[in-house]
């Protein structure tokens, strides 16, 4: 649904459907990749699926340590063997490798969020709808939507131990498991869904930064969000599923309809007809505007700037709209619609895309102090003591990474 999730939108702006590149700049083995990401089971069902036309050939060892020149020699000649199957593989195979990788990564992050696997359907639901999206990998084309599956997901993510809708995803993983967790996850829920988050042509990095900052919440930083954000599984952009896009359009809209308060909208240059803000979550909004349940929107206008000593582009709110009717959206600024103005909203949002894996890599970091700390307190009790240390800090000036916005504590 969404450009940043699924790649390039409805209006041709671009999206997320990039793959992260590796450390070192060398691309993985897409074997390699796949052995990683799901088992030797995957890599022999790959190669099983793939034919004979495509021979996966392994240099066997030597049975003694070889000299530094033949170890060399050999190392090349791996590299070229690999680049070699890397060429032959099909775009079937492609897709295929991408799909497990996005499915082990789903996997990964539902396991994190403890109470899933217990809630009824929602891992049935998981497997259902995984089992579509491969069927439309495998078809190249939408093969129907199982609206079953979505329908368990979603049931999933709102039931009263999760409220994934309504609360940050790092939030809870560090929660969970707490003394009073549940009574938390209440208030805490109640008073996130108050300080609601969305944004248009410019990722979500600012509004996850301003949620977090402030207790309140944003799609693709909350539990449901968060989950499937970026996984494209091995599809070109979503509109390849009806699935995929099925299921966006009902984690956004759901997000929305649980919104009480105020909602900020952040939006680079104004309004674009075709975005997900426009069709999708300003209707849903108004909506609740007119019944009561929201007070109103607040949209707040970004412009982009070039960062003097060479950085991302720098992006400053410069005006704030208070938005209650349609006719007040109407008014909005709208953004440009030019070739220029596209090609540098791609690079902004490939931008944002990379301050939003700073933003999640910073919360795990938390997270795992916040584990170190709570199993040192359990391991020793009211034995543990601290005591003052004459060392100097050590972290250096101008160390720490910068806020993806300028007014940010710390920025540049």
């Known amino acids: 649904m969404r ?19 590796r450390p070192g700049g060398t691309p993985a083995p897409p074997l390699l990749a796949l052995q990683r990401s799901a088992g030797n089971a995957a ?101 129907g939507v199982d609206a079953g599956a979505i329908d368990r997901i979603i049931e999933g993510f709102h039931d009263p131990r999760v409220q994934g809708h309504r609360v940050q995803y790092g939030w809870f993983v560090r929660q969970q498991g707490k003394e009073g967790f549940q009574g938390a996850l209440d208030r805490v829920a109640a ?44 599809l070109p952009t979503w509109s390849a599923s009806d699935a995929l896009a099925a299921l966006w359009k009902r984690l956004s809209t759901t997000y929305v309809q649980a919104l009480t308060g105020t909602v900020t909208a952040h939006a680079l240059d104004g309004t674009v007809g075709s975005s997900v803000l426009s069709t999708l979550e300003w209707p849903e909004l108004r909506t609740s505007i007119a019944q009561g349940r929201v007070d109103g929107l607040a949209f707040v206008v970004y412009r982009s700037r070039e960062d003097p000593s060479g950085g991302p582009v720098i992006l400053e709110p410069v005006e704030t709209f208070q938005v209650r009717t349609q006719q007040e959206f109407d008014d909005l600024p709208e953004a440009p619609s030019d070739q220029a103005w596209r090609d540098q909203q791609r690079v902004i949002d490939q931008q944002q895309r990379a301050a939003l894996a700073d933003i999640h890599s910073r919360e795990e970091e938390i997270q795992a102090l916040d584990e170190f700390v709570s199993d040192l307190f359990r391991r020793h009790g009211s034995d543990l003591r601290f005591r003052d240390t004459s060392t100097p800090p050590n972290t250096r000036t101008n160390s720490a990474p910068e806020s993806p916005r300028s007014d940010s504590p710390g920025a540049a």
Do not use: C, Y
């Open 3 to 21: 450009t940043h999730r699924h790649g390039t939108d409805q209006d041709g702006t671009h999206g997320s459907g990039i793959d992260r590149a």
């Open 191 to 234: 008073g996130s869904a108050e300080h609601g988050h969305l944004w248009s042509k410019m990722n979500s990095a600012i509004p996850t930064e301003d949620a977090s900052v402030g207790h309140g919440v944003v799609l693709e930083a909350s539990v449901q969000g968060r989950i499937f954000d970026g996984l494209l599984f091995g």
């Open 43 to 143: 890599v022999s069902r790959l190669v099983t699926d793939a034919g004979s036309g495509d021979v996966v050939q392994r240099s066997p060892e030597p049975s003694r340590p070889s000299s530094r020149t033949s170890q060399k020699s050999g190392d090349s000649q791996e590299t070229e063997s690999s680049q070699e199957s890397a060429h032959s593989m099909t775009a079937v195979d492609r897709r295929k490798i991408k799909f497990a990788q996005d499915k082990a990564e789903l996997l990964k992050r539902v396991g994190r969020i403890d109470v899933l696997k217990n809630v009824p359907g929602f891992l049935s639901g998981l497997d259902a709808f995984l089992d579509n999206i491969e069927a439309d990998m495998k078809a190249g084309q939408p093969t």
